[in-house]
């Protein structure tokens, strides 16, 4: 994934909820996450299996890397301000 997605990524993920059943993330404005809210547990299993997706997941690296990235186009900017 490019490191401008991952940003836009991130971006969204701040008016988002995630979804402790199934990980995903899904917008504030939802009560009940669209992704799993139809699905009893053994389908949500199988779901979850089939995706790949860890709900108890932490991606630490990732979410570093990506303030690393914001900081060095953070920087980048204001050179470009400054001169
Ligand atoms: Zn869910």
């Given at each position: 994934m490019s490191l401008i997605a991952r940003l836009i990524l991130l971006l969204q993920e701040r008016n988002q909820i995630k979804c402790t059943r199934c990980g995903l993330y899904f917008h504030k404005?939802?009560?009940?996450c669209p992704h799993c809210r139809d699905m009893n547990a053994t389908q949500l299993e199988a779901f979850l299996e089939e995706s790949g997706?860890?709900?108890?997941?932490?991606s630490g690296l990732g979410q570093f890397l990506v303030l690393a990235a914001i900081i060095v186009v953070v920087i980048f900017l204001f050179s470009r301000i400054i001169r």
């Open positions: 404005q939802h009560t009940q997706i860890d709900p108890e997941a932490k």
